[in-house]
DNA sequence: TCTGGGGTCCTAGGACCC
DNA sequence: TCTGGGGTCCTAGGACCC
């Protein structure tokens, strides 16, 4: 790996909350905060709202009366728009560079070319060569104009730096949201290691933070220049790794490529518990249908299934009960209804009456491409209907794709969903739904 | 009343094979 | 009474990420 490559780490500020923010203007300015599926958790706080002390992942209902008091706006969350507007932030940073890897859905690793192309870059911008701050600000203005959302830039030689540059510039607003550690002397760099708590660097959890501190490793400072045999034995490879990205030694390189996932799993927890077989059956049914999908459109298939089903943990006065099953298939599919077969008969192998279920998932795991099929000995794959399996399965795809999720679905889904989880804030689809397009009366 | 969902990687230990 | 050694594969569990 080329040792002298400078990295950037683009990432959506508040991003849930900054896209409902781009549609109702309103927002600005209030706290405001968006839930996880289900309306369970808080998941995006806005500045105003993490000032308040309300942390990530809390339950909302133990902030009912933090909501009320202060006049929180509260969200469901609205995975259409975040997803959309995802795409566009995406689209805006791939006009910088081709050296891009998407992280997740608010963040994304940018490469910046060595000095030859960064001229390429200078009618762009019209910088100065590896002024990479200049060039950072460049890209949060226009991801900001073009598309409403704002982000901070993290610029360093390795990917757990970039994590650090965007916690200095939240800890210290006057760098505006910009931050290169990628030169000046090391002393520099130890100064804002040692503002950063050991938890806050990346790789390190709750249960490694808590093993470091007892050992006297409280900064991220601390932790770069801790005995890296000590670290690998307590913490893996992946502990070593981190200890010597914070050394400034690159250990994770930028994947450009999208690769294709290893597991594919669906789940959700009810909107309201269930006990009849019909509507856990439903469920299931309609899970296999969104992973299939998403096997699909990677252009794989899997032959491993796995089902489980489980009731709501958080209720010490039920009675408790949690299975799953592992399915090995006879032969690699992404056919929705023989997935869909075989996910039913395991549920009824370890469905059980009389409990009060919480929450159901699928796992597909065992993936492969759909071009380089295992053939069973006495394999069936090249039955007679075969191909028509498939044009059925591109059909209700494309359907779906054009008209929504759901709209062509196998019976086995259920028509009245019971169980489908509450969303009760939603904002509208602005950006994917002629129905709910913005209108602006001036 | 109310507690998310979807991923990744690594390691230890057991089964199995020659 | 004595009872090998080394390799591979798979799985479960634990850690992490957003």
Same mark, same amino acid.
């Given at each position: 790996?080329?040792?002298?490559?400078?990295?950037?780490?683009?990432?959506?500020?508040?991003?849930?909350?900054?896209?409902?923010?781009?549609?109702?203007?309103?927002?600005?300015?209030?706290?405001?905060?968006?839930?996880?599926?289900?309306?369970?958790?808080?998941?995006?706080? #806005?500045?105003?709202?993490?000032?308040?002390?309300?942390?990530?992942?809390?339950?909302?209902?133990?902030?009912?009366?933090?909501?009320?008091?202060?006049?929180?706006?509260?969200?469901?969350?609205?995975?259409?728009?975040?997803?959309?507007?995802?795409?566009?932030?995406?689209? %805006?940073?791939?006009?910088?560079?081709?050296?891009?890897?998407?992280?997740?859905?608010?963040?994304?690793?940018?490469?910046?070319?060595?000095?030859?192309?960064? !001229?390429?870059?200078?009618?762009?911008?019209?910088?100065?060569?590896?002024?990479?701050? /200049?060039?950072?600000?460049?890209?949060?203005?226009?991801?900001?104009? +073009?598309?409403?959302?704002?982000?901070? %830039?993290?610029?360093?030689?390795?990917?757990?730096?970039?994590?650090?540059?965007?916690?200095?510039?939240?800890?210290?607003?006057?760098?505006?949201?910009?931050?290169?550690?990628?030169?000046?002397?090391?002393?520099?760099?130890?100064?804002?290691?040692?503002?950063?708590?050991?938890?806050?660097? +990346?790789?390190?959890?709750?249960?490694?933070?808590?093993?470091?501190?007892?050992?006297?490793?409280?900064? /991220?400072?601390?932790?770069?220049? /801790?005995?890296?045999?000590?670290?690998?034995?307590?913490?893996?490879?992946?502990?070593?790794?981190?200890?010597?990205?914070?050394?400034?030694?690159?250990?994770?390189?930028?994947?450009?490529?999208?690769?294709?996932?290893?597991?594919?799993?669906?789940?959700?927890?009810?909107?309201?518990?269930?006990? !009849?077989?019909?509507?856990?059956?439903? /469920?299931?049914?309609?899970?296999?249908?969104?992973?299939?999908?998403?096997?699909? #459109?990677?252009?794989?298939?899997?032959?491993?299934?796995?089902?489980?089903?489980?009731?709501?943990?958080?209720?010490?006065?039920?009675?408790?009960?949690?299975?799953?099953?592992?399915?090995?298939?006879?032969?690699?599919?992404?056919?929705?209804?023989?997935?869909?077969?075989?996910?039913?008969?395991?549920?009824?192998?370890?469905?059980?009456?009389?409990?009060?279920?919480?929450?159901?998932?699928?796992?597909?795991?065992?993936?492969?491409?759909?071009?380089?099929?295992?053939?069973?000995?006495?394999?069936?794959?090249?039955?007679?209907?075969?191909?028509?399996?498939?044009?059925?399965?591109?059909?209700?795809?494309?359907?779906?794709?054009? +008209?929504?999720?759901?709209?062509?679905?196998?019976?086995?889904?259920?028509?009245?969903?019971?169980?489908?989880?509450?969303? #009760?804030?939603?904002?509208?689809?602005?950006?994917?739904? +002629?129905?709910?397009?913005?209108?602006?009366?001036?």
């Amino acid at each position: 790996m080329r040792q002298d490559r400078v990295l950037a780490l683009v990432d959506c500020n508040n991003f849930y909350v900054s896209c409902e923010r781009v549609f109702d203007p309103a927002l600005a300015g209030i706290p405001v905060m968006v839930l996880s599926n289900n309306d369970g958790c808080v998941v995006a706080r #806005s500045n105003e709202v993490k000032a308040l002390g309300i942390g990530m992942g809390v339950p909302v209902f133990q902030c009912d009366s933090m909501i009320k008091r202060h006049d929180i706006r509260v969200f469901s969350s609205n995975y259409a728009l975040y997803a959309d507007m995802s795409r566009r932030v995406m689209e %805006v940073l791939k006009q910088f560079t081709p050296d891009i890897e998407i992280y997740s859905i608010d963040e994304a690793f940018l490469s910046f070319p060595g000095l030859r192309s960064l !001229t390429g870059l200078r009618s762009l911008t019209g910088l100065r060569c590896a002024d990479y701050a /200049a060039y950072g600000r460049e890209i949060r203005q226009t991801v900001m104009k +073009w598309t409403g959302i704002s982000v901070s %830039v993290g610029i360093a030689k390795t990917k757990t730096l970039t994590k650090v540059a965007n916690e200095i510039g939240k800890k210290y607003p006057r760098y505006g949201g910009v931050v290169d550690l990628s030169k000046g002397p090391e002393r520099r760099l130890d100064f804002y290691l040692e503002q950063l708590g050991v938890e806050d660097v +990346w790789g390190v959890g709750h249960q490694y933070a808590r093993l470091l501190r007892a050992h006297g490793i409280k900064t /991220a400072r601390d932790l770069k220049y /801790a005995d890296m045999q000590w670290v690998r034995r307590r913490m893996t490879v992946m502990g070593e790794r981190c200890l010597l990205e914070l050394r400034g030694v690159p250990c994770f390189g930028l994947n450009s490529h999208p690769v294709p996932k290893k597991g594919i799993r669906s789940s959700r927890s009810f909107g309201e518990s269930v006990t !009849t077989r019909e509507d856990l059956e439903e /469920a299931i049914a309609s899970y296999v249908s969104r992973a299939a999908e998403k096997l699909r #459109s990677q252009n794989s298939c899997a032959n491993i299934l796995v089902v489980y089903i489980k009731t709501n943990k958080f209720k010490r006065d039920e009675p408790q009960y949690a299975n799953s099953l592992h399915i090995k298939l006879k032969e690699p599919t992404a056919n929705t209804i023989d997935l869909t077969r075989y996910a039913l008969r395991g549920l009824g192998k370890i469905y059980k009456p009389g409990y009060r279920y919480k929450k159901a998932g699928v796992l597909l795991e065992g993936i492969q491409s759909d071009r380089l099929i295992q053939l069973h000995l006495f394999s069936s794959l090249y039955y007679e209907g075969r191909e028509q399996e498939e044009k059925l399965m591109e059909t209700v795809d494309r359907i779906n794709r054009r +008209w929504g999720r759901g709209s062509v679905r196998l019976a086995a889904e259920g028509i009245r969903q019971r169980w489908k989880m509450r969303r #009760s804030m939603l904002s509208p689809a602005y950006t994917s739904n +002629w129905e709910e397009i913005l209108i602006i009366r001036v």
